[in-house]
């Protein structure tokens, strides 16, 4: 069995270290580029705190009903039956968690080669031949290699630790924000920031929306928690409580930063910067300190890469252990009590996908998916009210039944504009999710196969039992 050994500041730690990466020091620029008026630009982020708050609580309730390994494949096979949890778990390892871990480990190790010019990705250390073609090979990617073997390695070695270092990681990341708070507002201001500013002429309507999309993005991540449901002490209070106070803990700091930004910088300007947090920091302490927010980023995206390798590996074990992905990802270490074989594999791809610099194109295709699976746990919320009335709930969704309506709204929202804004991404991501159909349909059959030959009173093949 996994050890239960996560408590509720652990699973804070998680929810914070799994939102805070990169984007709130670089992708933070969409939200005053679609929308230059600094009071919006706020509220905006108020918006998504808000927003990201109705998607914990439904989640929490999924997660304190089935508070075991896996979160959201169990949500959806519990609500929709088994075809939906595996391409959920499907779509995840072949894109939508390995790519992530891919990207944040290549994005890490650029972020020290302005430190370390070896890990730059401008810096090509070898080629790898392909056939008629040769694959160059940058020392960014060679840095994002070294990082996910160290971080899988920490994780099989043992929960405890692989969510120490998480956490102390994390802890580190918060105080560097505190400190650009603090700093950011005791300072005085660049420039004189125009809270009553009129509202764009044109365009309103689609600014908006666009702005809405970043914050969010920026917002992402608060779910993870759940995947590890079977590791924590008391998940019926620590997951929701634990999850809520890490999402309530990053809008306070978002907020307060993007004031800090509005403080050293014009709107205008800041929506063209391609490194917010080290423009902000630039226009209000100098270059030197501009220097450290590049440090921080570094932290940030590495602490993120680290939430993921812990986080996401629960998905695929109980997938395995239901007969529906690669049998030897079924075990548990027998010592280190982890999920050892999926962590392994977990890490093997997402090493492929940072060398075959797909990751970024891949994660474009999946955008679509990853909220349509969003829309449908959150109505899986309703079903399983209807169908599991009896099923223990110790915690219930605050405002239900609006909360999971305005997080199932919003998902649909992400859902719809991806088929307006990118049909063909979209249509990929489609295309990458079906190609689970006959991988469900094999791996179902072998199961049914597996299972009437290990039936009693048929004949069962001695080393066949004894290792699995």
Not at 202 to 219: D, E, F, H, N, T
Not at 336 to 349: D, E, K, L
Request: aromatic share 12%; glycine share 10%.
């Amino acid at each position: 069995m996994l050890l239960r050994a996560l408590g509720t500041w652990d699973v804070s730690l998680i929810t914070i270290g799994m939102i805070v990466g990169s984007a709130i020091f670089i992708a933070a620029s969409i939200v005053p580029r679609a929308m230059p008026q600094p009071a919006v630009v706020i509220g905006l982020w108020c918006i998504g705190g808000l927003l990201s708050l109705a998607g914990v609580v439904t989640y929490s309730e999924l997660g304190t009903m089935f508070p075991e390994a896996g979160g959201q494949y169990h949500f959806l096979k519990e609500a929709y039956g088994p075809l939906w949890g595996f391409l959920f778990g499907w779509t995840s390892f072949l894109v939508i968690q390995s790519g992530a871990i891919a990207y944040l480990a290549v994005a890490s190790a650029d972020c020290l080669g302005a430190f370390l010019p070896f890990f730059r990705s401008s810096h090509e250390v070898a080629a790898i031949p392909l056939g008629f073609k040769t694959l160059p090979v940058a020392g960014s990617q060679i840095g994002a290699a070294i990082a996910i073997i160290f971080l899988s390695a920490l994780n099989y070695s043992g929960l405890r630790e692989g969510s120490l270092f998480q956490n102390a990681i994390t802890v580190i990341k918060v105080v560097s924000l505190v400190a650009l708070v603090v700093f950011g507002l005791v300072v005085r201001p660049a420039v004189e920031t125009p809270w009553h500013a009129a509202l764009p002429e044109q365009g309103l309507v689609g600014g908006l929306g666009v702005a809405m999309i970043g914050v969010l993005w920026c917002y992402d991540g608060w779910y993870q928690a759940t995947f590890c449901g079977g590791e924590i002490r008391d998940p019926g209070r620590s997951l929701p409580r634990g999850m809520l106070i890490g999402t309530i803990v990053t809008a306070a700091l978002y907020i307060l930063v993007n004031v800090v930004y509005l403080r050293a910088l014009p709107a205008i300007e800041l929506g063209r910067s391609s490194g917010i947090g080290e423009a902000a920091a630039a226009a209000l302490f100098g270059p030197r300190v501009a220097a450290l927010v590049t440090l921080a980023v570094f932290i940030s995206v590495f602490g993120c890469l680290s939430s993921n390798v812990l986080t996401a590996a629960r998905i695929y074990l109980p997938m395995a252990q239901d007969g529906l992905f690669f049998r030897s990802l079924a075990k548990i270490h027998p010592v280190h009590r982890t999920p050892a074989a999926c962590i392994v594999a977990q890490g093997a791809w997402s090493i492929v996908l940072a060398f075959s610099g797909s990751y970024e194109q891949l994660g474009t295709y999946v955008i679509f998916a990853m909220f349509l699976f969003h829309t449908a746990t959150g109505a899986a919320l309703f079903v399983l009210r209807r169908t599991r009335p009896d099923r223990p709930r110790v915690y219930r969704a605050w405002g239900y039944p609006w909360t999971p309506v305005v997080f199932i709204l919003t998902s649909l929202a992400f859902v719809i504009n991806t088929l307006i804004v990118r049909p063909i991404e979209s249509l990929w991501g489609l295309l990458l999710m079906a190609l689970g159909l006959p991988a469900y349909l094999w791996w179902r059959g072998t199961s049914g196969t597996r299972r009437r030959t290990e039936a009693p009173g048929k004949c069962i093949q001695p080393s066949r039992v004894s290792t699995e």
